[in-house]
Antibody, heavy 124, light 111 residues
Framework: QLQLQESGPGLVKPSETLSLTCTVS??????????WGWIRQPPGKGLEWIGS???????YYNASLKSRVTISADTSKNQFSLKLSSVTAADTAVFYC????????????????WGRGTLVTVSS | QSVLTQSPSVSGAPGQRVTISCTGS?????????VHWYQRLPGKAPKLLIF???NRPSGVPDRFSGSQSGTSASLAISGLQTEDEADYYC???????????FGGGTKLTVL
């Protein structure tokens, strides 16, 4: 059974770069068809899609975060990663990694499998 | 503010039927993009509940159903059970934002 697990520092200082990794077990990120994404939820707010990546490196990013976000994939480790630069307190959130089934019109994609999430706090 | 609007909370007694609404606009639900629903139980990973407006993944009981009309979508839960107590989120695509968007979430309390 495929599982996703987020990992990374739980505390990041303002202006620094937040780095998280999603490790996929029970299946390979490079089998194709699926995209792999990051979603976050600030305290008391709704979910926000951050970006998604295909194992080959093709990415889609949330336009509002694009200037600060980099998502990459490491097929040798079966992981994909998120880097969010120049963080502020507003970036404090629970971060989830998730899987998109691809194919068809990507505008109709959904997330069929999620990790449990990891809380990242931005504070000095 | 979330692009998709959901009531913050809804409640119902065991056995009852509740509906959770998700209101969007002409650039998302009204544009005809599929709506999907997720359930997040306390302390658990979000779970896909309904995909492409009205389809249930394998293992999701038929007590859960989705529909879409105009600029809104709805998730109906019939025969409420205590284990349905969770947060529910809708999701679709927004052409103005060129990305996938979510609702703010609805907390379901089973009385």
């Amino acid at each position: 059974q495929l599982q996703l697990q987020e990992s990374g520092p739980g505390l990041v200082k303002p202006s620094e770069t937040l780095s998280l990794t999603c490790t996929v077990s029970g299946g390979s990120i490079s089998t194709g068809f699926y995209y792999w994404g990051w979603i976050r939820q600030p305290p008391g707010k709704g979910l926000e899609w951050i970006g998604s990546i295909y194992y080959s490196g093709k990415t889609y990013y949330n336009a509002s975060l694009k200037s600060r976000v980099t998502i990459s994939a490491d097929t040798s480790k079966n992981q994909f990663s998120l880097k969010l630069s120049s963080v502020t307190a507003a970036d404090t959130a629970v971060f989830y990694c998730a899987r998109h089934p691809g194919g068809g019109d990507r505008r109709n994609w959904y997330f069929d499998l999620w990790g449990r999430g990891t809380l990242v706090t931005v504070s000095s | 503010q979330s692009v998709l609007t959901q009531s913050p909370s809804v409640s119902g007694a065991p056995g009852q039927r509740v509906t959770i609404s998700c209101t969007g606009s002409s650039s998302n639900i009204g544009a005809g993009y599929d709506v999907h629903w997720y359930q997040r139980l306390p302390g658990k990973a979000p779970k896909l509940l309904i995909f492409r407006n009205s389809n249930r993944p394998s293992g999701v009981p038929d007590r859960f159903s989705g529909s879409q009309s105009g600029t809104s979508a709805s998730l109906a839960i019939s025969g409420l059970q205590t284990e349905d107590e969770a947060d529910y989120y809708c999701q679709t695509y927004d052409s103005g934002l060129s990305g996938w968007v979510f609702g703010g979430g609805t907390k379901l309390t089973v009385l």
